[in-house]
T-cell receptor, first 115, second 113 residues
């Protein structure tokens, strides 16, 4: 069975600084997808970034980028130029390539951005 | 914009009551999901549905059932609520293939007393 581990329950960063959230996963699959979701204090969960396992290039979305290390089964999220609006719970999630799109989530990292 | 709505933001029920949580999506998505979110445990899948009247158990289905009579609506039912079902419940929808993105509702905070 697949598992997703987020070892940092809480993190904090000063505005404009860079922070990296870690995620590791365990799977025997070769073809899968990885995601970072953000849940702000208002609770609506939104997708931040997605990575296909077959792509070697790390995904980037504006200030958000990932460091995907397939052999090490590591998938960290880097937030550059942190903003107050980045304060949220961040969840790492794994999806086996399948029709039903089932996600397996990590336990989350609470990120606080300070002014 | 995809919109996923849930019938209540906050709900307080008594032990033993039958509880219905409703979820509606407006993007014609085939897949719909019910998750439970608890501190330190992340999101855990209760049930999902990949088509009308089709359902599959997730990781923690005990004590729950679901209903999907129309494509846009997915209901979670607690047949006899218990205090250990006090939690945040999140609904999500997605379209198979494509971006694989799941779109989430705002959540229902259920308290069972």
């Amino acid at each position: 069975a697949q598992t997703v581990t987020q070892s940092q329950p809480e993190m904090s960063v000063q505005e404009a600084e860079t922070v990296t959230l870690s995620c590791t996963y365990d799977t025997s699959e070769n073809n899968y997808y990885l995601f970072w979701y953000k849940q702000p204090p208002s609770r609506q969960m939104i997708l931040v970034i997605r990575q296909e396992a077959y792509k070697q290039q790390n995904a980037t979305e504006n200030r958000f980028s990932v460091n995907f290390q397939k052999a090490a089964k590591s998938f960290s999220l880097k937030i550059s130029d942190s903003q107050l609006g980045d304060t949220a719970m961040y969840f790492c999630a794994f999806m086996k390539h399948a029709y039903t799109d089932k996600l397996i989530f990590g336990t989350g990292t609470r990120l606080q951005v300070f002014p | 914009d995809v919109k996923v709505t849930q019938s209540s933001r906050y709900l307080v029920k008594r032990t033993g009551e039958k509880v219905f949580l409703e979820c509606v999506q407006d993007m014609d998505h085939e897949n719909m999901f019910w998750y439970r979110q608890d501190p330190g445990l992340g999101l855990r899948l209760i049930y999902f549905s990949y088509d009308v009247k089709m359902k599959e158990k997730g990781d923690i289905p005990e004590g729950y059932s679901v209903s999907r009579e129309k494509k846009e609506r997915f209901s979670l039912i607690l047949e006899s609520a218990s205090t250990n079902q006090t939690s945040m419940y999140l609904c999500a929808s997605s379209s198979p293939g494509g971006s694989y993105e799941q779109y989430f509702g705002p959540g229902t905070r259920l308290t069972v007393t």
